[in-house]
């Protein structure tokens, strides 16, 4: 027994050790590293700024989907600098990628490269010397992909070497990343169905030859056939460093492009929403944390002293992974912690109301400690899965915010069910083996009366119904006026781009940048302002919503007055929405996906098709309430949207797990009580979770709404909305759905067990 004791004390202290090294390693930082991690965290070119390269199509002006081609073409290709890195048109024949993070132009512009053509060649004299320096072997199941024809790519090799003839290009290949077999470095190749294919064909007549992998009219690597490879999947093996395997993978990824393109100017750019927004967001999570912890402390006692200090060591420890992962942090992934942190809490608050439940029935604090975690397991678990589901799908679709909150959200569930599930557990233990073992500070769970919820489901539906159908009615309105049925802010609908050249150096992160934002509000009746200054220059770009010429005029002439410019020397420009058709379609499929797939889990879980179609019933509910936030208060709809609208689906879909959890359970125990009597037991009895839960998450995203910049607070207020539907849902439309799909299914089946006795008679 003294040992256990000895060991748990041991156990309390050694975690306490932890929290500070962790603390130490992220501000502070260790031996010769100067800068803590969380000071080496890259931040997104919303926060950070970073390298801006333009480039031109070369030659006659191309189509628009030849240019949506190539946008979407170069965005898969930036991921390898940054998943925050962003691809954009400019006016008719120009493309934008801005990589946050990177501060050298020349660096990304020698690694970039100019983004031409790929194409896999065979030698049909099969005498020439063997120039290859690898080999290729077969590998895995093959994967497919859309394709598409193409004439000559590389014509200079062609009439250079009469003997080669082309067997595949860029558009056959599906993937090519960096890999590792037998402790060495390769490259990957994944090739599309028609890709497989040819080849197959061509490894088959090349078998101890190589195959030429050349870009843009040069041999960038001559890999030997080894083997006849029909899979679909091949590796190139050599003496490669990650450095020379990930350029390989990279400009064979690239494909080919159906637009030439030639770079024309490249900067460095500030950041789009200001130091200030950095600062600001600093202060609001520390605030939210001190005030979670305070909050934990006043209900819960010693259980919430626990929790604070695992949850100061959650923070830390996420610190120092984002670093340590090399993750870009923007304002989407922020969201994504802020939904862990939410979801860390979550987890502490179900653990102490089943631990009070435990002594209120009259058991010990050292048996509640133990059941209490014990019983809490199922629906910690099940409702972060849900969530991880979701963040795993849209890494995998995803791209550039929608990655980096994927990434964020998915670090943070699994930190912060470790800290919930063990490091509570061991220092509520510790608290216990030191000596603090009295009832009072842990607590006894009130006896509440079940609330009839289902009683006053009419009530509930008819609330869902007159705030979605408000939102709707908004939206058309908004349409018929001609001013849109949400706001779309520049991520989606692109707008205007002016390059302004100051006489001195303007710092448009402090002061100076919202004198100008409010100049061109009031001139340009825009609200949606980005400024970033151009490195080691006084130009300014400023983006704004789309503006017709009248009002550009204007506002370039209020800031030659203002400013004392020529109005001639202020550029403008034309610039396509960020978010692209296709990622706002690869969004919405993995979205969809994510849908499908919590719903599948909840249903073998749960056993029960109708728990997980009335948790995604619920999470319809939720989007369509943000939606109609966001058309009521035209708030600007750009790429935290989507970070939004993903936010409060993971959060409501772990608040509907809970009380389903606490369903299945009490139809075992109330197995002879009326389905509506279980129900309404079982959201009563996690009510107070609820409560608390959203509470705490709404006091964070409050804090940051309070002082944050304008841009904080335009991502702040919906989620504030999404967190209160989601409660709203989860307590009063979730757990009634299931009741009326239930006792229909249930009276369905009555009713045909009735028909089949009649029809013997």
Known sequence: MKEKKGLRILGFFLVLVLTVACALVSWRGVGDKHEGSAK??????????????????????????????????????????????????????????????????????????????IGFYEMLDTTSEDT?????????ETESANTQDTDGVTDEIEEANPGFNKVLDGNDI????????????????????????????????????????????????????????????????????????????TTIRLGRLNVELEDVQSSVVGAQLGEEAVSTSLLAGAIGVALIIIFMIFMYRIPGLASGIALVLYLVMMLCFLNALDVTLTLPGIAGIILSLGMAVDANVIIFARIREEITAGHSVRIAINTGFKKATSAIVDGNVTTLIAAAVLYLMGTGTIRGFATTLALGIVLSM?????????????????????????GRQKERKPFNFIGHKKVFFAISIIVIAAGAATMVVNGVRGQGALNLGLDFTGGTSLTIPFNEYEDTRGEAGNELRQLISDN???????????????????????????TRDQVKNAIAETYDIDVNTIE???????????MQRDAVLAVLISGVLMLVYIWIRFKDFKFGASAVFA?????????????????????????????????????????FDRVRENRKLMSKSDLDVIVNTSITQTLSRSINTSLTTFVTIFVLYIVGVASIREFALPLMAGIISGCYSSVCIAGAMWYIMKKHSDQKHADDGTDKIKGKK
């Not at 919930?420 to 233990?429: F, S």
């Not at 400024?531 to 704004?544: H, R």
């Not at 936030?629 to 409501?652: H, K, P």
């Open 619 to 659: 999470l319809l509910h939720d989007v369509l309430v943000v939606i109609a936030v966001y058309a009521m208060t035209r708030i600007s709809v750009g790429n935290t949207f989507i970070a939004c609208l993903l936010t409060i689906v993971g959060y409501s879909i772990n608040a509907t797990i809970v009380i």
């Open 174 to 249: 599906a993937n090519a990343t960096v890999a590792t077999q037998n402790n060495s470095y390769v490259v990957s190749l994944q090739f599309t169905t028609e890709g497989t294919e040819k080849f197959a064909q061509a490894t088959e007549r090349n078998v101890g030859s190589p195959i030429y992998i050349v870009y843009d009219g040069e041999i960038i690597s001559a890999p030997n056939v080894n083997q006849t490879i029909s899979n679909g999947q091949a590796v190139i093996e050599g003496n490669f460093t990650y450095e020379s395997a990930n350029s390989l993978a």
């Open 524 to 550: 340009g009746n825009v609200t949606n302002i980005q400024l970033q200054n151009v490195q080691d220059s006084n130009n300014v770009i400023v983006k704004t919503p789309v503006m017709d010429s009248e």
């Open 40 to 117: 080496n965290i890259k931040l997104g070119l919303d926060l950070a700024g970073g390298v801006s390269i333009t480039y031109q199509a070369v030659g006659d002006t191309p189509s628009s989907a030849d240019m949506q081609d190539t946008v979407y073409k170069l965005q898969q290709r930036v991921q390898v600098y940054s998943t925050e890195a962003e691809v954009y048109q400019v006016g008719s024949n120009q493309i934008s990628v801005e990589i946050p993070g990177v501060y050298d132009a020349q660096e990304v512009l020698n690694n970039l490269g100019n983004p031409g053509s």
């Open 572 to 582: 403008e420009q034309s610039i396509s929405g960020v978010i692209s058709q296709q």
């Open 418 to 442: 470790f800290t919930a599930m063990v490091i509570t557990r061991i220092l509520i233990n510790g608290f216990y083996a030191m000596g603090l073992r009295g009832e009072k500070l842990y």
């Open 132 to 140: 290859s320096d690898s080999e290729s072997e077969d590998t895995s």
